[in-house]
Structure formats: C-alpha cells, structure tokens
C-alpha cells in the first residue's frame, strides 16, 4: 500500500538517511534570504553546509528570481532595524533622564546608561555602513554565486508562463498544493510556489534523482498537517511527483535540515547557530491568530499559543522528521 500511496506514510530513519545519500537538495528563496538575518558565524555555517553537499544541490530558476528580486529590501530592512533599535534605547535613556517625573535613578546610573547609548550608537552607525555596503560588496551573494554556479534551472518563456498560470489558477480553485495560500498576492506573484514545484519536477524528470526541498515557508499548502503536527510535505505532492518522474520528496525547515546534516556529515552545528535560527523571529511563521500547535515526540515538543500569549517550550520538537519551531510570541 506505501507504494501506491506514496506520501502517506512517515519517513523511517533508514529511509530518511537513503534519502540523503542519494537526493538532490533544492533550497527556497526564503532560506537564501534569511542568511542576511542571521549572524556572520551562524551564515557562514549555514552556508558551509550548503556547500559540502557539493553537485547535489540546485535553485530553481524561480527561487533564484525571488532571491534576486528581494536581496536588496532585505538587505535594506537589516540596516533600518539598527536604526529602529537605537532610536527606542534612545527613547529609554531621555525617560531614564528626565528630572520632573519617574523613574529617579541616580547620577551614576544615569551617566552609565548615557555611556552605554553612546557605544550603541556609534556600534549602530558601523553596523548600518556595513550592511548598506552589501548591495554594491556582498559576500554572501558571491559564496552563493560559487556554490549555485551552473547549478540553476532554466526559467519559462512567456507563453509557458502563462499556461502555467491558467494551469495554477484551476490548481488553486481545487485546493491543490502547492501555492493555493498565496492566490491573494498580487498581479503573478501568487504563483511563485506553483511555478517553484513545477521546475522541482523537471528537474526531477531530468536526472531521476529523489528531491529534498528546503524552505521555510511553513504555510499548509506545502506542509501535510494533521491536529496540529507536521508529518512532512503534503502527500499529494509526494504523490505528484512520484507519478510524474518516478522518484520520492521530502521537506525540511533550515533548522531541522541543520541538525539533520549533523548526523549525515558527521559534525556538529554551534549551539549559538542552532539557537539563531530556532529562536528567529516569526516572519515566516504566519499562522491564524487562534492556533495552537503542539507537536510531541520522543525528542522534543514546543507549542505555539494563542496571539500576545508566550509559547511554551520543552524540547526539541519535530515529528517524522520534520521540525516546527515557534517560540516567540505572536
């Protein structure tokens, strides 16, 4: 029954670890992007990673559109939230100051918050040249030009786009994954994910080799969910694909495919990295306001609560391979 219905049955740890000997790596726009978020340490590991799977890695030529066309506005965002950050230490420091109402500290405190919001400021002015530089000098466009260097797809014609358009629109009104959570964006942007999977599948079609896709676009048109846990990619993604190249795929989010590659390359990922990008801020972590998501297993379990509400946190949470992780607030 597992082979004819492919996608409904969790991964084992054999057939994870096959998995990785064998498949292909693809890797979203989104995780490309998040490395401008991360500290230096943190994505040169990630990115040192990338790079030990060598030729078994490619970006589709749509993921590599999106990366291109978002660098900079992300690029931009990092830069003003040193500003935003200083300007609300700012705000703090003159309160802490003010001599006509609470709080009264002393002198002594006072000149050493002064102090301090000197060194953030000056730290700040440094750290926004820095990262302003990175649209004209960026490093990590050019280690992901060297690793991605004739390893990325090729993009459609205008008449192919539009018949996958057409193909999406009808995909979307049938709920079929994936892409049908962004057919509210606007003009044609709302098929990147479709257009995504597409090449996905040639390139699947193209060298028979099975596909680990990574992303962290945890939104359900991707993600097969069941009461709140996450067994993989949505089966019938791993049923399409399998009808039409004949090979299996899989999905993991950046932190889990981290901790995954431990095991396979036999090394280990700072705690400071881990903690980086389990702990990163919710962007990409969008769900209903009411959710609540608890995911239980043998090696860890978070739970996403209600919005302005704390989420808990135990251990480690992934189940069947795949990992969740929400642990700030809403």
Known sequence: ???????????SKDQIKALWSDALFSFDANILLRLYERSD?????????????????????QAGLEYIRNRIGVISTQAS???????????????????????????GVNRALNNLLKRVEKESCEK??????????????????????DKIGKGYN??????????????????????????????NTQYGDFIIWHQIIDKAKE????IIFVTNDLKPDWWWIIKGKMFGPRPEL???????????FYMYGLDQFLEESCLYFNKMIDDWTSKEVKYADNSYYKLPKSTSIKLEDEKCCYALRKKNRKP???????????SIRLTLSL
Request: aromatic letters at 10%; hydrophobic letters at 30%.
């Open 312 to 322: 808990t946190m135990d251990k480690d949470s992934f189940h069947a391979g795949v």
């Open 81 to 107: 939230r040193y500003s935003d950050s200083l300007n609300k230490l700012s705000g703090i420091v003159k309160k802490a100051n003010a001599e006509d109402q609470p709080p009264f500290f002393s002198s």
């Open 238 to 248: 791993t049923g399409e694909i399998k009808r039409e190249a004949n090979v299996d």
């Open 128 to 149: 926004i040249k820095l990262t302003e530089e990175k649209i004209q000098n960026d490093p990590i466009y050019d280690e992901l030009g060297r690793i991605f260097k």
């Open 207 to 210: 060298t028979r080799k099975p």
């Open 158 to 187: 205008a008449e192919q786009l539009k018949k996958l358009y057409i193909q999406g629109e009808e995909r979307f009104q049938n709920k079929i994954p994936p892409g049908f959570k962004d057919q509210n964006k606007e003009d």
């Open 1 to 11: 029954m597992e082979e004819i219905y492919a996608g409904y049955f969790p991964k």
């Open 41 to 61: 340490s943190s994505c040169n590991q990630i990115l040192n990673t990338i790079d030990k799977l060598n030729n078994r890695v490619f970006l589709t030529h």
